[in-house]
């Protein structure tokens, strides 16, 4: 079994690759293709700087491992990003075909000339809170007035939701002290500290959190958050125009990986300890680790789910795809908390030309295959 090539694609690159264009990579479709001569190679860059069990266990591990993406004809390798902006600057580079980032980040670099648009749907829900520890007397956003709250930066999306939440309340940055914290155990430590009394993070965040000792109750947000989506599946304006088949191919093969992870979490999590030995609990499946590793894989799914999904994935219909109603949402909670200047017309940051290939195949087929 071919395995993953880590890279990590710095942060730092020079801002002229976002203006670059997205010329073809080493890995691009154009250049290359299998031994037969018929595999279309495509490379995928994840924005986080270290493998988790996430997306990267059910849209990789899982559709390479059960042979998703061979059967579409794809050869598919994976690189990490040290965030969105990164994975969106490897788009840039070409040093990858399709990047997972932040929609607001997707936004913010076609802000900057990037010709990059998103083309799929990954977390359909918005999986930012703000989290204090219980019993702490804080019960709304407003409580917030004068405390110390944790972001994972300020170039992150918890920042960002920060803004969108105090703003909601009626209060102001200067309202706060915004503390830099990271996130999982590092949030947590600044928690058990009392560095902070508040953390803005996301979903599998806390659950590390939670996971080291501590009890958080997560604020109420505001309802017109709920039509937010975070982690999004971007790639270049020649890309589409030029392989929007592998495109298509490589989304139903994440889908299939999504599909079969739901309804078999415990099958998934071997193929992602057999892909990536570096998980917690990957040398030893009946660990306390490899338990908080499915816990947290579970966890991180749900963002890709519909709500209350069961094992049934007939019944939820076409859950992940996009509409342009919440991608208007996510145009105008970037303009309210400064991610862009420009008020985009939606078909200038996403193209849904492909969304009726993404789910052309029999769910029950891929939910009952044996690992």
Not at 283 to 294: C, H, I, Q
Request: aromatic share 8%; proline share 4%; charged share 20%.
């Amino acid at each position: 079994m071919k395995k993953t090539t880590i890279l990590k694609m710095l942060a730092a690159t020079a801002a002229v690759v976002l203006v670059a264009g997205c010329s073809s990579g080493a890995n691009s479709p154009n250049d290359g293709t299998g031994g037969d001569g018929g595999t279309t190679e495509l490379t995928v860059a994840f924005a986080r700087n270290t493998v988790t069990a996430a997306e990267e266990i059910f849209t990789y591990a899982v559709p390479t491992n059960l042979g998703f993406f061979k059967e579409e004809g794809l050869a598919v390798d994976m690189v990490t990003a040290d965030g969105s902006t990164a994975a969106i600057q490897a788009l840039g580079s070409g040093s990858a075909d399709i990047a997972y980032a932040s929609s607001a980040n997707i936004l913010a670099a076609i802000e900057q000339g990037l010709p990059i648009k998103a083309f799929a749907g990954l977390t359909v829900r918005w999986p930012y809170y703000i989290g204090v520890p219980k019993d702490s007397g804080i019960e709304s956003v407003a409580d917030l007035k004068g405390k110390r709250v944790g972001v994972i930066s300020l170039a992150s999306a918890s920042y960002s939701d920060l803004k969108a939440n105090l703003l909601e309340a009626g209060l102001t940055e200067s309202d706060v002290e915004i503390v830099p914290v990271g996130s999982g155990t590092s949030a947590a430590a600044a928690l058990q500290n009392g560095e902070i009394d508040a953390v803005d993070s996301f979903t599998d965040s806390f659950t590390v959190m939670e996971n080291s000792g501590l009890s958080l109750d997560l604020l109420k947000r505001p309802a017109k958050m709920d039509e937010l989506f975070s982690v999004t599946m971007a790639t270049s304006d020649k890309m589409l125009a030029e392989n929007p088949d592998a495109l298509a191919a490589f989304v139903r093969s994440a889908y299939k990986g999504i599909v079969y992870s739901q309804v078999n979490p415990e099958a998934a999590l071997e193929l992602g300890f057999e892909e990536f030995p570096v998980l917690p609990g990957a040398g030893d499946p009946k660990s306390n680790e490899a338990k908080e590793s499915l816990a947290a894989m579970k966890i991180a799914l749900l963002d890709s789910l519909p709500d209350d999904p069961g094992t049934d994935p007939n019944a939820w219909g076409d859950w992940i795809i996009l509409s342009d109603e919440r991608w208007q949402a996510v145009i105008d909670y970037a303009l309210a908390t400064g991610q862009i200047t420009k008020k985009f017309k939606v078909s200038e940051v996403w193209d849904g030309s492909l969304s009726d290939q993404y789910l052309n195949f029999n769910r029950d087929e891929i939910a009952n295959l044996e690992k």
